[in-house]
């Protein structure tokens, strides 16, 4: 059974920093590409940022330079590191791994993250 269990949300002030992760179980994880979505209310859900299975890493144009997201295969994580958070950002967070071939595609519960004075 697989598993994506994220952690790290809350409520920051505008500025701050979070380290979002996302622990996997049930797949073997340094072969998947692993990401992260938001999906704030009444909108769609985008891409944040994806890292591939090589360590290739693509972010939103909103984020970039503020946003990290790093993979540790020993340990079946994957973060997200939000520094200099809006209130733009507030959303819920979810993390997705993906594979091409076998098509494979799973997502966690999400996690809360709330930017606001």
């Known amino acids: 059974q697989v598993q994506l269990v994220e952690s790290g949300g809350g409520l920051v002030q505008p500025g701050g920093s979070l380290r979002l992760s996302c622990a996997a179980s049930?797949?073997?994880?340094?072969?998947?590409?692993m990401g992260w979505y938001c999906q704030a209310p009444g909108k769609q859900r985008e891409l944040v940022a994806l890292i591939t299975n090589s360590g290739s890493t693509n972010y939103a144009d909103s984020v970039k330079g503020r946003f990290t997201i790093s993979r540790d295969n020993a340990k079946n994580t994957v973060y997200l590191q939000m520094n200099s958070l809006k209130p733009d950002d507030t959303a819920v967070y979810y993390c997705?791994?993906?594979?091409?071939?076998?098509?494979?595609?799973?997502w966690g519960q999400g996690t809360q993250v709330t930017v606001s004075s």
């Open positions: 997705n791994s993906r594979m091409n071939s076998p098509p494979r595609n799973y």
């Open positions: 049930g797949i073997t994880f340094s072969i998947y590409h």
